[in-house]
C-alpha cells in the first residue's frame, strides 16, 4: 500500500494546474482575500489537513479557525479511512451492480435481471410484465449510463432485447415508485436517503448521517441534484439544500420544480432508513464504511446501492454544518482506533 508521501506525489502528478489555479479564482471572487495569500493557504491546508484545492472550495476554508479545519473529512483523510475501514476483496459486492441485487436482494425489494447469466427469453418476458424499466451500467457510479425506459416506445421485446444488448446494461430492474409525498416534491426520479453507516470494533453498525437528496433539471437520478441533512431522531430536512456541484456555493429553500419548501419538511420514512442501513451494514461486515442510497416508497425505504467510495463532502458543507465543525468527531466516536 502507498504511503502518504507517495499518495501525494501522486496526486500532484495526476494534478490539473489549470483545474487548481481556476478554484483559486473562485476563492478570490467568493472570499474577497487576495490570491497570493490563499494560493499559500490552500497549500498549507493540504499539508496540514490533508485537503484536495477542491475542498478548500468546498468547505469554504477561508472562513474556518485552524481548529475547525482539522474536524473536517478531507479528501486524502478520506481515502485514508476507506482504506483503514474496507477490505477490498469484498468490495466487489458494492462495486458491481448484479452482484449487489444478489448479496441485498432482502433489502432492494425490488426485481431484477442479471443480464450476463438472464436468457433472451428472461429478458423478453420482464419486458412483457412491465411499463417502465430502469437499466444500469455494471460498475459505472452517479447514475452514470443509466436510463429509464418506458416499454410501450418499443415495437416489441425483441426490439428491447436488442437495445439493451447493444447499450451493454448489467441489470434491468423495477423502478421504483416514490412516496406520494415526495414525488411531489420531484417526480422524475427516485429521490433517496444516502445514508452514511460505520460498522465498530465491536462489530456494531451505527448510521451517523442522513441526506436526503432530489433530482433537478429533468433528471431521471437524483446524483447533482439538490440534498441537504436531515435529523437522525425525527426525519425533518434541517437547512437550505445544496445543489450537486458543492463547489458552486448555491443553496435553495424550495425545490425549483415544485416549489416546495424544503426546510422543516417531513421526509417520509426517513428514520425507518436509517435503522434499514444498519440492518445491511451487516450483511458484508467487512466493508465496515459504506455510503447506502435508499429509496423511500409508499411502503418504507428500499436500497438502491451501497457505495464503497463514499462522498466525502455533502455532510459537512457550508450552511449545513453548525459552528463549522466537520464529520471527523463523529467518526472518532464511533472509531476512535483510526489516526488522522
Known amino acids: 500500500m502507498e504511503n502518504k508521501f507517495q499518495y501525494y506525489l501522486r496526486v500532484f502528478k495526476e494534478a490539473s494546474f489549470g483545474k487548481f489555479f481556476k478554484v483559486l479564482n473562485t476563492a478570490h471572487e467568493r472570499s474577497g482575500k487576495n490570491r497570493v495569500f490563499l494560493f499559500f493557504d490552500i497549500l498549507n491546508c493540504m499539508r496540514k489537513y490533508g485537503a484536495g484545492y477542491n475542498d478548500y472550495v468546498i468547505f469554504e ?146 448510521a451517523i448521517y442522513g441526506v436526503f437528496k432530489m433530482g433537478i433539471n429533468g433528471r431521471v437520478v437524483d446524483n447533482y441534484g439538490l440534498h441537504g441533512p436531515v435529523d437522525l431522531e425525527t426525519g425533518e430536512f434541517l437547512y437550505p439544500a445544496h445543489s450537486g456541484d458543492t463547489t458552486a456555493g448555491r443553496h435553495y429553500t424550495e425545490h425549483p420544480y415544485s416549489h416546495t419548501p424544503l426546510v422543516g419538511m417531513k421526509v417520509p420514512y426517513a428514520v425507518e432508513a436509517l435503522r434499514f442501513a444498519e440492518k445491511a451494514a451487516l450483511v458484508v461486515p467487512q466493508m ?19 457505495n464503497n467510495y463514499c462522498a466525502h463532502d455533502f455532510w459537512q458543507l457550508p450552511g449545513q454544518t453548525p459552528g463549522g465543525i466537520g464529520i471527523m468527531p463523529t467518526i472518532k466516536k464511533y472509531i476512535p482506533e483510526f489516526e488522522y
Open 61 to 206: 476554508f477561508w472562513d474556518l479557525k485552524p481548529e475547525q479545519r482539522d474536524t473536517y473529512m478531507t479528501r486524502f483523510r478520506s481515502k485514508k479511512f476507506i482504506m483503514f475501514m474496507n477490505d477490498h476483496d469484498y468490495a466487489h459486492y458494492f462495486d458491481n451492480k448484479n452482484e449487489f441485487n444478489v448479496k441485498f436482494k432482502d433489502f432492494i425489494k425490488r426485481e431484477c435481471i442479471d443480464m450476463e447469466t438472464a436468457s433472451r427469453e428472461d429478458v423478453i418476458n420482464f419486458f412483457n410484465t412491465r411499463k417502465k424499466i430502469f437499466c444500469k451500467m455494471k460498475d459505472l457510479t452517479c447514475g452514470i449510463g443509466a436510463e429509464k425506459l418506458i416499454t410501450e416506445d418499443f415495437k416489441d421485446g425483441e426490439e428491447f432485447y436488442k437495445y439493451v444488448q447493444e447499450k451493454g446494461f448489467a441489470t434491468l430492474e423495477d423502478v421504483i415508485d416514490n412516496h406520494p409525498d415526495i414525488d411531489k416534491i420531484y417526480p422524475f426520479s427516485t429521490n433517496t436517503m444516502r445514508i452514511i453507516t460505520l460498522v465498530d470494533a465491536k462489530g456494531e453498525a451505527h
Open 288 to 306: 465496515r464504511y459504506v455510503g447506502w442510497d435508499v429509496a423511500l416508497t409508499p411502503d418504507g425505504p428500499a436500497i438502491i446501492e451501497g
